[in-house]
């Protein structure tokens, strides 16, 4: 399936993705790129290229291509690697000509979606990678930059991750607070299947076997088991076994991610995909044609 297929079929994301690339232009630049302007002229051509500076999963090749796009509309971009992709160190990843100036102009913003999008491919991947002989599956959380969760959900499934809910209006969760408010888990959830949406499944969120236990009762779908040691993730998945889907979630690392994975857990949540992940590092060489 071809990028700009991906980013249509999961988010439905074309639309918002051309005005968030056009507030993003107009970030950067202001009223014109001033030093570019005053020593390029108008007409003068150039080719850049995109390397890589370090292993890592790519992600964010057509965000780049819009980018110049939308600077030169006669651009021409050549991907040289796929969404998915593995670079390694000095590999060409793409190659722009067209107008000097859009090339100038737009090389730090396309730089930044390329390296943030890839950061978060790569560290999914890695993520995927620790538990691959295990049955379960890693997922994003709503921990996301605002106005641009869709682009880095879709690097999350770049890397070999799930979505979870893009919206709120993707799925039904019980957390905490909501509980707080609207009662025991046992009314909440048997209130929540009562209105849900035909096929919507109902998810709760437990601190504990006894809370997991009455959210069973309850006829819970999938239950999130909010930091529990591995031991009692285990001890959880004896007792929902058949029951419901389990989502681990809490203080998961690199370093403790296949110990979870080995409980039988289904889900693994993970915040840091997300909020906190580093950037890949890339760089534009620009010379004239």
Do not use: W
């Not at 709503?142 to 890397?159: I, S």
């Not at 031991?231 to 889907?245: P, R």
Request: glycine share 6%; aromatic share 4%; with cysteine.
């Amino acid at each position: 399936m071809k990028m700009k297929e991906v980013y249509q079929k999961l988010f439905e994301f074309e639309p918002q993705l051309d005005k968030l690339i056009e507030f993003a232009i107009k970030e950067d630049l202001g009223e014109g790129d001033i030093t570019t302007n005053i020593l390029i002229d108008e007409q003068t051509k150039a080719k850049g290229l995109i390397i890589a500076e370090e292993e890592a999963t790519i992600c964010g090749i057509y965000v780049v291509k819009k980018v110049f796009e939308k600077l030169d509309p006669q651009a021409k971009f050549k991907a040289n690697f796929d969404d998915g992709d593995e670079v390694k160190k000095e590999d060409v990843v793409a190659e722009i000509e067209g107008k000097a100036r859009a090339l100038l102009s737009g090389e730090r913003l396309a730089l930044n979606f390329l390296q943030h999008l890839s950061g978060v491919a790569t560290l999914t991947r890695k993520f995927v990678q620790e538990v691959k002989d295990t049955q379960a599956q890693i997922m994003a959380t709503r921990k996301t930059l605002p106005l641009l969760r869709g682009l880095q959900k879709y690097a999350v499934v770049v890397g070999g991750g799930l979505s979870h809910r893009l919206r709120l209006d993707d799925g039904i969760l019980i957390k905490d607070n909501h509980l707080q408010i609207a009662g025991e888990i046992k009314k909440a959830i048997k209130q929540a299947k009562a209105k849900a949406p035909e096929k919507m499944p109902v998810e709760v969120e437990v601190e504990s076997l006894e809370e997991l236990k009455q959210a069973l009762e309850a006829g819970a779908d999938i239950v999130l088991l909010d930091n529990m040691p591995a031991q009692q993730l285990k001890e959880a998945v004896k007792i929902a076994k058949g029951k419901a889907l389990l989502e681990a979630s809490g203080g998961v690392k690199l370093e403790n991610v296949k110990q979870i994975a080995q409980s039988g857990v289904d889900f693994i949540s993970v915040g840091a995909l997300t909020h906190s992940v580093p950037a890949i590092t890339f760089q534009m060489h620009i010379h004239p044609v």
